[in-house]
């Protein structure tokens, strides 16, 4: 569905040229859900608008459904872009406009419908969104997630096979964006339209999306299934980002009243499971094939998308031999680990 081809994109700040995208290169699938994480100023931004060209690569394919939008005349991208709808972190909805006009907005700029076609296309986006009634109110009396909801109808009504999304949750409180999630999944399950998505943050990535790409300095440092990056991230600024910001809350939470003791026969490690080996006593086969004993300071038992995953904060304990042979157990067993100390 999307290709991108050794895009690169620069500015021009004051007479000096600043490199704001190098060389990406990435592939999303019809139907999948991408996201796109990273620090600020990583270029997200940018990369999100180069896919459907609000802003023009210096070089390199964007191929969205088998047509490059880098090499087609602005007619032809006018059509190509009825196929991507856009939400925004700020909504960006006229305010002066009741929310019927706002999701009609894109149809009527359009020019080919009638008013009734308009009528119908818009109540179907309001009941899909679950704002039937809101058709006559205008965006000032509507809540931050009723107006997400709004951009989320004005961004589908051309029926896009792709929707981008710029941080469309960041304003919102995490009750909120927990319910616009569940509708991206929604419209991403019953309509099957392939969502990029630029978020920093790591719950909407565990939520919805099914790959990810780690952006920094406008290079795609880490690219893959959401379940290995956000497990096992390889990369020292991805494990910066997921590994070390959750495991400095299990340890905040851990400190409140265990003392670590750091000494040859303590190691403290991440755990991950993922899939079917969730459900398993791993941890009692470790400890009585490794002679080791160990104390659980954490756990937590989530989902990435469909994937069930456990994390546990372990501290083994036992000699340098029993803690290595329990490291060559856990990798037999398919369990990920990393080693906090
Ligand atoms: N229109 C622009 N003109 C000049 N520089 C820009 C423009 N848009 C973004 N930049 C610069 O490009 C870099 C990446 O910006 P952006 O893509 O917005 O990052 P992110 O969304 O990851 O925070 C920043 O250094 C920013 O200042
Ligand atoms: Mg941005």
């Given amino acids: 569905m999307i290709k991108v081809k050794n895009l690169y994109k620069s500015y021009r700040n004051q007479g000096k040229t600043q490199q704001v995208l190098n060389d990406i290169n990435f592939e999303v699938p019809a139907g999948q859900v991408f996201g796109i994480i990273g620090k600020s100023g990583a270029g997200k931004s940018t990369l999100i608008k180069c896919l459907n060209l609000l802003e023009r690569p210096d070089s390199g394919e964007i191929i969205i459904d088998g047509i490059d939008l880098t090499k087609i005349t602005s007619n032809e991208l006018r059509v190509q872009r009825q196929q991507i709808g856009v939400i925004f972190q700020h909504f960006n909805l006229l305010n002066s406009k009741t929310i019927?006009?706002?999701?009609?907005?894109?149809?009527?700029?359009?020019?080919?419908?009638?008013?009734?076609?308009i009528k119908a296309a818009v109540q179907e986006m309001l009941q899909l969104v679950g704002l039937e009634d809101f058709a006559n109110k205008y965006p000032a009396s509507l809540s931050g997630g009723q107006k997400q909801r709004v951009g989320i109808a004005r961004a589908l009504i051309t029926k896009p096979k792709l929707l981008l999304s710029d941080e469309a949750t960041s304003a919102l409180d995490p009750q909120t964006t927990a319910s616009i999630l569940d509708l991206l999944l929604e419209i991403n399950r019953k309509l099957g339209i392939t969502i990029a998505l630029i978020t920093h943050e790591l719950e909407v990535v565990r939520k919805i999306c099914d790959k990810v790409a780690v952006i920094d300095g406008g290079r795609i440092i880490e690219l893959g299934n959401a379940v290995d990056v956000l497990l096992h991230p390889r990369e020292a600024l991805t494990r910066k980002l997921i590994?070390?910001?959750?495991?400095d809350k299990y340890l905040e939470n851990v400190q409140q009243f265990y003392q670590f003791e750091k000494n040859a026969n303590r190691h403290l490690l991440l755990l991950s499971f993922v899939g079917e080996t969730t459900y398993q006593p791993?941890?009692?086969?470790?400890?009585?094939?490794a002679n080791v004993e160990f104390s659980i300071l954490r756990g937590e038992l989530g989902r990435i998308k469909d994937t069930p995953f456990g994390q546990l904060l372990v501290e083994f304990e036992g000699g340098e031999d029993g803690l290595s042979?329990?490291?060559?157990?856990?990798?037999?067993?398919?369990?990920?680990?990393?080693?906090?100390?």
Avoid: C
């Avoid at 042979?325 to 100390?341: D, F, N, P, Q, W």
């Fill in 243 to 247: 590994v070390e910001e959750e495991t």
């Fill in 100 to 117: 019927f006009d706002n999701v009609a907005l894109p149809l009527i700029l359009h020019g080919n419908h009638d008013k009734a076609q």
């Fill in 325 to 341: 042979l329990a490291k060559s157990v856990m990798t037999r067993l398919g369990v990920h680990y990393e080693t906090i100390y």
């Fill in 282 to 289: 791993l941890l009692s086969i470790v400890a009585k094939e």
